[in-house]
């Protein structure tokens, strides 16, 4: 990526849709490493609790109000 990329590009790059979605919940670890969560995933067979990234494509998706 180059250095001009902001972070919240770069996140958007490497996450895809789940660092916009209302739904979606970042785990952080203590060795630093960090899981998105998918809280559809609760009451909706068709979603994944820890979804595949970048995720580019989710018929779940919906913009959170601050993004």
Known sequence: ???????E??????VGLCARCRHARSQSTRRGSTFWRCQRAE?????????????????GFE???DA
């Open 63 to 65: 913009e959170r109000a």
């Open 43 to 59: 009451t909706d067979a068709r979603f994944v609790r820890y979804p595949r990234l970048p995720v580019r494509d989710c018929p």
């Open 1 to 7: 990526m180059s250095s001009s990329a902001t972070p």
């Open 9 to 14: 590009r770069e996140l958007e790059q490497t």
